[in-house]
């Protein structure tokens, strides 16, 4: 069959070329002396079912739009109360069938009545231009058609001079929610129609350029700058700084501080042409491979990025400027240094203000066919389909030509997942042809003909570490082996920060540190893309996907960020903050001394100052700056702390060394922690785990022991003193699965979360064998184990207590042949809700699990309960801390209970309901606080590892079932 000749019967949407009446592509850029009209606001608005299921009229003068309705420009339809959006990750939610979409292709017919102002130039042209429209427009001006075009996330201009009057122009849009264009956009994110960024009519006077292209190359070995300004129309090119002026075209030099994402120099400057004076921000920087490692002005850069949607609760895609630079600021706060803008071009803007505050880019091109995986070897891809191959290009050629002059740009990315086919190599020759300073990136065809870099998403640790060698298996065919073997590293994706997690980021980081090659990674992702919902009581929680009466979806795979939906960074971006830190602080208490490592590519550490401050148990007792020399990037120094402090006592001494911000930054202030380390000089002694001064006695009300009351047929502890317990202590094993335990459903024979629940981890039974007083402790044993299984662990309790103490030793035994391993071990009970507010001494302030806590810092913290929570948008185990000494919880008369840790410090978790009642809640709202304080006190934690995506724990980090024995003890404290 010639399909080509039935394409041409095919309407606009759903043609595969890239549309018609659009200008060529040309560079982006915010301000100039040309005149320009915002076209952003309210539009009247009208939606159809389908493509053609209303008349073109509305495009005329005269249409009548009563009973229109409006929406905001830029804006998405979908979330302004005009159907609903629609999230899936990898299925198009469609039937495949390259072009053709459905019939049922929700279109949104946009028109806006618009003045030109009074002082609006009369000579020279005019381009309407729109920045960003999902995902097919037919446009209007004045009842004449301008053309169509599809392209999301691109911008497209029209000439429109000829068409515009003074008054009463009509500019008509409709655009259809599925095109085309829609089998190259199936990025994992919500479906989201509509005119989603910015429309405005520029002016185009006469001799002004059309398009130009700032070359700044940097020469490291001379410490120069070259700059050449090419551009069609003739003009002069100035930056008074460095004392230039030339004609475009031309070529000069000069002594140049370079631009890098750590010290983002620009030069101002300006292209003057007899039409349109254009600012430039200029910066100075040169990249490229270079036995085969990446560098930025001759030295290996090591990204610390992140992949960043864009996105915002309320409006979806379309970002204001505020957010966009709050997005950067967090970023930088958090010493990310390098963005991919996954998976298509972000607003322009964004860019803008990467160039401004510093960060490396990835610019990737929009473009996604994952869908197609599901077919035996891609059949259909759009990439392998020439009939698309036009449009792969026309999408390559808009991202370039858009962002060609942004120093953050240094690396083209052809798309993501869409496997291999000879659009993507078309896409980057035209690439490689156009801009040569730039490298090529693309990840999805694993011969890697097109791209400058070996690039993965997910990777294992000790694959990564065989990457790092250059020991990794080789391809078949030899020569791919080797110009794959030739290759930097890069981890395009890693780390997938889904609920609570991603663990084993220290791990990857130290890979990264030691091999060259490893060039660094990119955590998926920066944000949660959960839309906003109300419960009929009117609390609000985050919605996911299923929640908009989709009939496919992926729940909750669309919240997988490092912030949460309203930008609150997540336990998560607390961690990698600490693990990507820029400097090194490793202390040796012996030796009285702290090394001092840095980290940078290419600062120096002049713009950052140290401080000391020396803990005793958690409080600081003397604090002092700290004298650090500006070591050269990669430089290494040991620094002398000064004498403790005599005051010591018997505690547990700790040193803490920060480095903060000298000065205030474009992005925080002086003062912003940077980097952090800590040493303990001494440890603190541990209480003596039995030996109780105080023997148990049977008496009517239980078995009494110390303050303690026991009940004499289960032997738990129902009272301490004046504290009646909720629920006893008692072995606990279960936690409530995070995304990461539950897996990925490819993953399906590494899965714990699911083997857990077969074994029934959450229903375990606990027999009582026997309760005993012997001496002067009191002994339970017992066997806790689910029905219909033969594995069981034995938990024996041994109470002692003094005169206001009581201790515990648990010690469990497991019986038959366990073959996963266990959430948690440690014990649970129940406190009356008054018991609100906790404190400890410990690891935080924030959560932390056995592969997730380099962040978590030794020291004393008080919150209430209910801020220990972390609101994962569907709810999980979360909230515990790491390595804490002791934890009391008291009501609010400052009565309560404290735990002390015996043998080895524990994890705390404490929180309003159970872990049943977590596990079943979908949303943050189902969560309603009861009547108990529930309290975990665990001597271990299984890991958090990444496998929502990527791999699972490592085995360090796996709780496997063994023999283990615990202590701890309870005291009542009273107000004070
Ligand atoms: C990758 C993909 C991302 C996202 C991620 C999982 O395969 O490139 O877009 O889907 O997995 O969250």
Same mark, same amino acid.
């Given at each position: 069959?010639?399909?080509?000749?039935?394409?041409?019967?095919?309407?606009?949407?759903?043609?595969?070329?890239?549309?018609?009446?659009?200008?060529?592509?040309?560079?982006?850029?915010?301000?100039?002396?040309?005149?320009?009209?915002?076209?952003?606001?309210?539009?009247?608005?009208?939606?159809?079912?389908?493509?053609?299921?209303?008349?073109?009229?509305?495009?005329?003068?005269?249409?009548?739009?009563?009973?229109?309705?409006?929406?905001?420009?830029?804006?998405?339809?979908?979330?302004?109360?005009?159907?609903?959006?629609?999230?899936?990750?990898?299925?198009?939610?469609?039937?495949?069938?390259?072009?053709?979409?459905?019939?049922?292709?929700?279109?949104?017919?946009?028109?806006?009545?618009?003045?030109?102002?009074?002082?609006?130039?009369?000579?020279?042209?005019?381009?309407?231009?729109?920045?960003?429209? &999902?995902?097919?427009?037919?446009?209007?001006?004045?009842?004449?058609?301008?053309?169509?075009?599809?392209?999301?996330?691109?911008?497209?201009?029209?000439?429109?001079?000829?068409?515009?009057?003074?008054?009463?122009?009509?500019?008509?849009?409709?655009?259809?929610?599925?095109?085309?264009?829609?089998?190259?956009?199936?990025?994992?994110?919500?479906?989201?129609?509509?005119?989603?960024?910015?429309?405005?009519?520029?002016?185009?006077?006469?001799?002004?350029?059309?398009?130009?292209?700032?070359?700044?190359?940097?020469?490291?070995?001379?410490?120069?700058?070259?700059?050449?300004?090419?551009?069609?129309?003739?003009?002069?090119?100035?930056?008074?700084?460095?004392?230039?002026?030339?004609?475009?075209?031309?070529?000069?030099?000069?002594?140049?501080?370079?631009?890098?994402?750590?010290?983002?120099?620009?030069?101002?400057?300006?292209?003057?042409?007899?039409?349109?004076?254009?600012?430039?921000?200029?910066?100075?920087?040169?990249?490229?491979? &270079?036995?085969?490692?990446?560098?930025?002005?001759?030295?290996?850069?090591?990204?610390?990025?992140?992949?960043?949607?864009?996105?915002?609760?309320?409006?979806?895609?379309?970002?204001?400027?505020?957010?966009?630079?709050?997005?950067?600021?967090?970023?930088?706060?958090?010493?990310?240094?390098?963005?991919?803008?996954?998976?298509?071009?972000?607003?322009?803007?964004?860019?803008?203000?990467?160039?401004?505050?510093?960060?490396?880019?990835?610019?990737?091109?929009?473009?996604?066919?994952?869908?197609?995986?599901?077919?035996?070897?891609?059949?259909?891809?759009?990439?392998?389909?020439?009939?698309?191959?036009?449009?792969?290009?026309?999408?390559?050629?808009?991202?370039?030509?858009?962002?060609?002059?942004?120093?953050?740009?240094?690396?083209?990315?052809?798309?993501?997942?869409?496997?291999?086919?000879?659009?993507?190599?078309?896409?980057?020759?035209?690439?490689?042809?156009?801009?040569?300073?730039?490298?090529?990136?693309?990840?999805?065809?694993?011969?890697?003909?097109?791209?400058?870099?070996?690039?993965?998403?997910?990777?294992?640790?000790?694959?990564?570490?065989?990457?790092?060698?250059?020991?990794?298996?080789?391809?078949?065919?030899?020569?791919?082996?080797?110009?794959?073997?030739?290759?930097?590293?890069?981890?395009? &994706?890693?780390?997938?920060?889904?609920?609570?997690?991603?663990?084993?980021?220290?791990?990857?980081?130290?890979?990264?540190?030691?091999?060259?090659?490893?060039?660094?990674?990119?955590?998926?992702?920066?944000?949660?893309?959960?839309?906003?919902?109300?419960?009929?009581?009117?609390?609000?929680?985050?919605?996911?996907?299923?929640?908009?009466?989709?009939?496919?979806?992926?729940?909750?795979?669309?919240?997988?960020?490092?912030?949460?939906?309203?930008?609150?960074?997540?336990?998560?971006?607390?961690?990698?903050?600490?693990?990507?830190?820029?400097?090194?602080?490793?202390?040796?208490?012996?030796?009285?001394?702290?090394?001092?490592?840095?980290?940078?590519?290419?600062?120096?550490?002049?713009?950052?100052?140290?401080?000391?401050?020396?803990?005793?148990?958690?409080?600081?007792?003397?604090?002092?700056?700290?004298?650090?020399?500006?070591?050269?990037?990669?430089?290494?120094?040991?620094?002398?702390?000064?004498?403790?402090?005599?005051?010591?006592?018997?505690?547990?001494?700790?040193?803490?060394?920060?480095?903060?911000?000298?000065?205030?930054?474009?992005?925080?202030?002086?003062?912003?922690?940077?980097?952090?380390?800590?040493?303990?000089?001494?440890?603190?002694?541990?209480?003596?785990?039995?030996?109780?001064?105080?023997?148990?006695?049977?008496?009517?009300?239980?078995?009494?022991?110390?303050?303690?009351?026991?009940?004499?047929?289960?032997?738990?502890?129902?009272?301490?003193?004046?504290?009646?317990?909720?629920?006893?202590?008692?072995?606990?094993?279960?936690?409530?699965?995070?995304?990461?335990?539950?897996?990925?459903?490819?993953?399906?024979?590494?899965?714990?979360?699911?083997?857990?629940?077969?074994?029934?981890?959450?229903?375990?039974?606990?027999?009582?064998?026997?309760?005993?007083?012997?001496?002067?402790?009191?002994?339970?044993?017992?066997?806790?184990?689910?029905?219909?299984?033969?594995?069981?662990?034995?938990?024996?309790?041994?109470?002692?207590?003094? &005169?206001?103490?009581?201790?515990?030793?648990?010690?469990?035994?497991?019986?038959?042949?366990?073959?996963?391993?266990?959430?948690?071990?440690?014990?649970?009970?129940?406190?009356?809700?008054?018991?609100?507010?906790?404190?400890?001494?410990?690891?935080?302030?924030?959560?932390?699990?056995?592969?997730?806590?380099?962040?978590?810092?030794?020291?004393?913290?008080?919150?209430?309960?209910?801020?220990?929570?972390?609101?994962?948008?569907?709810?999980?185990?979360?909230?515990?801390?790491?390595?804490?000494?002791?934890?009391?919880?008291?009501?609010?008369?400052?009565?309560?209970?404290?735990?002390?840790?015996?043998?080895?410090?524990?994890?705390?978790?404490?929180?309003?309901?159970?872990?049943?009642?977590?596990?079943?809640?979908?949303?943050?709202?189902?969560?309603?606080?009861?009547?108990?304080?529930?309290?975990?006190?665990?001597?271990?934690?299984?890991?958090?590892?990444?496998?929502?995506?990527?791999?699972?724990?490592?085995?360090?980090?796996?709780?496997?079932?063994?023999?283990?024995?615990?202590?701890?003890?309870?005291?009542?404290?009273?107000?004070?």
């Amino acid at each position: 069959m010639d399909t080509r000749s039935e394409d041409a019967r095919l309407p606009y949407y759903e043609d595969p070329s890239p549309g018609s009446g659009a200008l060529p592509a040309r560079a982006w850029y915010s301000a100039s002396d040309a005149a320009r009209l915002s076209l952003n606001g309210a539009w009247a608005f009208r939606l159809s079912g389908t493509a053609e299921g209303a008349d073109t009229g509305f495009t005329a003068d005269d249409a009548d739009t009563a009973g229109w309705q409006e929406v905001t420009v830029p804006g998405h339809w979908v979330l302004q109360g005009h159907g609903a959006p629609a999230y899936t990750n990898v299925n198009y939610p469609f039937p495949v069938d390259p072009p053709r979409v459905p019939t049922e292709n929700p279109t949104g017919d946009h028109r806006r009545v618009f003045d030109l102002p009074a002082d609006w130039p009369a000579a020279g042209e005019c381009v309407l231009r729109f920045d960003g429209v &999902e995902s097919a427009a037919r446009v209007w001006l004045n009842g004449q058609e301008l053309g169509t075009f599809q392209g999301s996330r691109l911008p497209h201009e029209f000439a429109v001079g000829h068409l515009l009057r003074e008054r009463g122009n009509v500019l008509a849009v409709r655009v259809h929610q599925w095109s085309a264009g829609s089998y190259l956009e199936d990025q994992d994110m919500w479906w989201l129609p509509g005119i989603f960024r910015d429309v405005t009519l520029l002016h185009r006077p006469e001799h002004s350029p059309a398009d130009f292209f700032v070359h700044a190359g940097y020469d490291h070995t001379t410490g120069t700058g070259t700059l050449r300004v090419d551009c069609d129309v003739p003009g002069r090119v100035t930056v008074p700084e460095l004392g230039l002026d030339l004609a475009t075209g031309e070529e000069a030099t000069a002594p140049v501080e370079p631009w890098t994402a750590e010290t983002p120099r620009l030069y101002d400057g300006e292209l003057d042409t007899e039409g349109e004076r254009i600012p430039l921000r200029i910066g100075f920087r040169t990249v490229g491979v &270079e036995d085969g490692v990446f560098k930025a002005n001759g030295r290996p850069i090591l990204f610390r990025g992140v992949n960043r949607h864009e996105f915002h609760p309320e409006t979806g895609r379309a970002l204001d400027l505020d957010t966009m630079r709050e997005d950067i600021l967090l970023m930088k706060r958090h010493n990310i240094n390098a963005v991919r803008t996954s998976h298509y071009p972000p607003h322009p803007a964004f860019l803008d203000l990467c160039d401004e505050l510093g960060l490396w880019v990835i610019d990737e091109c929009d473009l996604e066919t994952h869908g197609f995986c599901f077919f035996e070897d891609w059949r259909g891809n759009p990439v392998a389909d020439e009939r698309f191959t036009p449009a792969l290009v026309d999408r390559a050629q808009r991202m370039v030509e858009r962002d060609k002059n942004r120093p953050s740009v240094v690396i083209w990315s052809l798309g993501n997942e869409c496997g291999a086919g000879a659009g993507l190599s078309a896409m980057a020759a035209w690439i490689r042809d156009r801009d040569p300073s730039r490298a090529v990136h693309y990840e999805n065809d694993y011969d890697y003909p097109d791209s400058d870099f070996y690039s993965r998403m997910y990777a294992p640790h000790a694959e990564v570490e065989l990457i790092g060698r250059r020991e990794e298996e080789p391809l078949a065919d030899p020569e791919l082996d080797a110009h794959r073997r030739s290759l930097p590293f890069i981890l395009c &994706e890693y780390a997938h920060a889904m609920g609570n997690g991603p663990g084993g980021l220290s791990e990857y980081q130290r890979l990264f540190e030691t091999y060259e090659r490893l060039q660094g990674g990119f955590v998926w992702e920066w944000i949660d893309h959960g839309l906003p919902r109300r419960t009929p009581d009117g609390r609000v929680y985050f919605g996911y996907g299923g929640d908009f009466g989709e009939e496919l979806h992926d729940g909750n795979f669309v919240c997988d960020g490092l912030l949460f939906p309203d930008r609150t960074p997540s336990p998560g971006l607390i961690e990698y903050k600490k693990v990507i830190e820029p400097v090194r602080i490793t202390g040796d208490p012996a030796a009285g001394t702290v090394t001092i490592t840095n980290g940078h590519d290419f600062a120096d550490l002049s713009h950052l100052a140290f401080e000391w401050v020396h803990e005793i148990d958690g409080e600081a007792v003397a604090s002092g700056p700290l004298t650090v020399p500006a070591l050269a990037p990669g430089a290494s120094a040991e620094v002398k702390l000064p004498a403790p402090p005599a005051a010591g006592g018997e505690g547990e001494a700790v040193w803490t060394v920060r480095a903060v911000l000298a000065h205030d930054t474009p992005w925080a202030a002086a003062g912003h922690v940077v980097a952090w380390g800590q040493s303990a000089v001494k440890a603190a002694p541990r209480p003596a785990p039995a030996g109780g001064a105080v023997a148990p006695s049977r008496g009517a009300d239980g078995i009494a022991l110390g303050r303690g009351l026991f009940d004499p047929a289960s032997g738990a502890l129902v009272r301490l003193g004046g504290i009646t317990l909720d629920e006893p202590v008692r072995l606990d094993v279960w936690r409530a699965p995070t995304d990461n335990d539950m897996g990925a459903a490819w993953q399906a024979d590494l899965r714990y979360g699911p083997r857990w629940a077969e074994l029934g981890l959450h229903r375990m039974r606990h027999r009582i064998d026997g309760v005993a007083t012997d001496g002067d402790a009191l002994t339970v044993r017992t066997r806790v184990a689910p029905a219909a299984s033969n594995l069981g662990l034995r938990a024996d309790y041994r109470w002692t207590a003094s &005169e206001d103490e009581l201790r515990l030793t648990v010690t469990v035994t497991p019986e038959g042949e366990w073959s996963c391993p266990l959430p948690r071990l440690g014990i649970r009970l129940g406190l009356p809700a008054a018991f609100g507010q906790a404190s400890w001494y410990g690891g935080g302030p924030g959560e932390a699990y056995p592969d997730t806590r380099a962040a978590s810092r030794l020291g004393r913290y008080a919150m209430p309960v209910d801020a220990l929570q972390t609101p994962y948008v569907r709810p999980q185990e979360n909230g515990a801390r790491s390595d804490v000494r002791w934890a009391e919880l008291r009501a609010d008369d400052g009565g309560g209970l404290r735990v002390t840790a015996g043998s080895a410090p524990f994890w705390f978790t404490a929180r309003r309901w159970t872990s049943a009642e977590l596990d079943a809640a979908e949303h943050t709202t189902d969560l309603v606080p009861g009547d108990t304080v529930w309290v975990n006190i665990d001597h271990a934690q299984h890991g958090i590892g990444s496998q929502s995506c990527g791999p699972g724990p490592l085995p360090q980090y796996v709780l496997n079932v063994a023999a283990a024995e615990f202590s701890l003890a309870f005291r009542e404290v009273t107000g004070s």
